[in-house]
């Protein structure tokens, strides 16, 4: 009992530093934008209404959509919004044509959490930097370049995994959530009134007298939710019950207090206005907190980035990306991984942003309509898992998911406010990784179409074969092919060139599936093909590491024990040329060629030994 206390206490702990760092970094930001945006006037009234939107905004998006309704929506334990999409596109599977939509929304959803992967991390570290200014305007000149200092420190360390650092992460956001509660709290002292902003009436009543105002300022209210998509996509790691329990014991009381905290003081001093959160702190404590919010928006931004490599090994597993390279960070944890690529990709982005928008009230107003957008899709795929997944009565699908969808399209709506101020630039990154993924995706169909279309079946070619069969020669040859009973390239080769057969013959497809993990007794569907051959297809989930040596252990018992040291891995290499006339735009065609040739080895990605491996290359016209 004891040890599963002390374990749902770790767990807690961690899902406060990596789910809720970046929820807890919005006070930074949130309420100044509000006020800032020049669209709400400064009087008592609109201070009370607007804490009250603040307080019931996180209650519905976050306590009751994503803490109650979408944590319930797991897929075999797993969140996030591939997840999601997996487990929508498998409950309309007798749909095709729906099928179809929800996986374009979805994959659209997807590319859009690199946008918000930009941006997250530059208004944020901007945003705490920016403290300096409140400590001495000659600070100013300063934080954009200590911005991208800190920032490049957090990407170069990205290689040398995060388990190490992940061990302070939930104590220093524990400290960071005791310090924005206590500063709350000093001001709240000095005007209890403002807790009484909770009653749902003074948002009401804002509403009411301010609709056109209202519309416009819910694109700054949004910033009070950034990171909320963190709690369902990081449910894998943590659970549900340790999520649950930090955000009802520690985050949301925490951001409460600070927010009505800083009411309070506006109420006292409105010219507090310019930036609400620092003014809130004594002058002694000024260069400790902006210390403070510094660590607590890196590690908001480390979380971010793991997610950016977790959720783009998924989307390589599901089909959508190339092979890019994996480096495992952990001998322990196969979550811990590193992608070059990926990592060096956002910061570029990163950098561009900071240098562009300058400060964190320009990046805010890029800021809302990917989370949004987000949002959005999340309802929307939640539907139809309720609807056809759970197979709940269509009323109560409507009720349950039909008030939220009214409540994302208002918050996104007034977010398209925001598209020429800044908007477009997560939109525009969202929409690069779109296109890229689709053309990835509609080249490798029509790469397996051509080669489909070329093939010979399996079976009666090795019975055409061995009628007058080739030398045999001592080991194992284990041929990967992406089409399941037809006679790979590199064999054709392998007997064109070298003229001989080996002993055992393994014809390989890795195949992925759309479930987070496929456990080891349902890893290997072997078929005997006689003659020493077999047909073995290794399934994966998305959440998988392929390891095929490894997968083919399991053939020891059953007729054909791998040796190591005789085992050779033979490959096709195929080289794509782009030619006129049916199939993709030219642009993409020659884009997707591109992309086939920078893919990185097939050997590196599922883990071949790379002295065993024989790459035997051929050219494909699409």
Not at 536 to 556: C, H, S, W
Request: with cysteine; aromatic share 12%.
């Amino acid at each position: 009992m004891s040890a599963s206390k002390s374990s749902l206490a770790a767990l807690t702990l961690g899902a406060i530093g990596v789910v809720y760092g970046d929820i807890g970094t919005s006070v930074l930001y949130a309420l100044k934008e509000v006020f800032g945006s020049g669209h709400v006037p400064f009087t008592e009234a609109n201070v009370y209404g607007i804490l009250s939107i603040f307080f019931w905004t996180l209650t519905v998006i976050v306590s009751i959509k994503y803490v109650v309704l979408v944590l319930r929506a797991d897929n075999h334990g797993e969140g996030g919004l591939v997840a999601m999409l997996a487990l929508a596109s498998q409950s309309v599977k007798d749909k095709p044509r729906l099928r179809k939509g929800l996986l374009l929304i979805g994959i659209f959803g997807t590319c859009l959490f690199y946008g918000d992967g930009v941006i997250t991390p530059a208004i944020s570290v901007l945003s705490a930097v920016e403290g300096l200014e409140v400590i001495s305007p000659g600070f100013k000149r300063f934080v954009i370049p200590l911005t991208l200092v800190i920032l490049f420190c957090l990407f170069a360390v990205q290689k040398r995994g995060t388990a190490g650092i992940g061990k302070f992460f939930g104590p220093i956001t524990v400290v960071w959530f005791m310090a924005i509660a206590v500063l709350g709290v000093s001001h709240i002292v000095d005007q209890p009134r403002i807790l009484w902003a909770i009653s749902p009436h003074y948002a009401l009543g804002f509403i009411w007298n301010n609709p056109g105002t209202t519309f416009i300022i819910l694109g700054a209210v949004v910033l009070c939710v950034t990171g909320g998509e963190a709690l369902y996509a990081d449910m894998g790691h943590f659970g549900k019950k340790p999520i649950r329990l930090a955000w009802f014991s520690i985050v949301m009381p925490a951001l409460t207090l600070n927010y009505f905290g800083q009411g309070a003081l506006l109420l006292d001093h409105p010219e507090a206005v310019k930036n609400p959160f620092y003014l809130m702190a004594p002058e002694w404590a000024l260069l400790p907190l902006v210390g403070l919010a510094t660590m607590a928006t890196v590690i908001a931004s480390q979380a971010l980035i793991s997610g950016a490599f977790s959720v783009t090994k998924q989307v390589i597993q599901l089909g959508y990306l190339p092979r890019l390279r994996i480096d495992h960070t952990s001998v322990k944890d196969t979550g811990q991984i590193y992608m070059p690529f990926v990592n060096w990709g956002l910061f570029v982005a990163i950098v561009l942003a900071v240098v562009m928008f300058k400060s964190s009230s320009n990046l805010a107003a890029a800021y809302g309509i990917a989370v949004c957008t987000d949002m959005l899709i999340t309802t929307i795929l939640t539907f139809y898992v309720v609807r056809y997944g759970w197979k709940y009565p269509l009323w109560l699908c409507v009720a349950a998911t039909g008030f939220f969808f009214v409540v994302d399209f208002a918050f996104w709506a007034s977010n398209m406010f925001k598209l020429f101020d800044g908007g477009w630039f997560p939109l525009a990154i969202g929409g690069a990784i779109f296109t890229l993924m689709m053309t990835w995706k509609d080249g490798r169909r029509m790469l397996n179409e051509k080669l489909r279309a070329d093939s010979l079946d399996l079976s009666s070619f090795l019975e055409a074969v061995f009628v007058s069969p080739p030398a045999r020669v001592e080991g194992t040859a284990v041929f990967l092919t992406a089409d399941k009973g037809s006679v790979p390239n590199a064999l054709l080769h392998n007997l064109k060139h070298n003229k001989v057969l080996h002993a055992n013959n393994l014809f390989v497809t890795v195949k992925s599936h759309e479930v987070p993990w496929i456990g080891l007794d349902k890893r290997l569907q072997i078929e005997s093909l006689g003659h020493d051959c077999w047909q073995v297809t290794i399934n994966y989930g998305f959440k998988n590491d392929p390891d095929v040596p490894k997968a083919l252990e399991q053939m020891r018992g059953r007729g054909c024990a791998l040796d190591a040291m005789s085992t050779s891995y033979f490959l096709s290499r195929d080289t794509v040329v782009p030619t006129l006339g049916e199939g993709m735009a030219p642009w993409r065609e020659k884009l997707f060629a591109q992309m086939h040739h920078n893919a990185s080895a097939a050997a590196d990605f599922l883990n071949l030994p790379n002295n065993s491996v024989v790459e035997l290359g051929s050219k494909i016209e699409i």
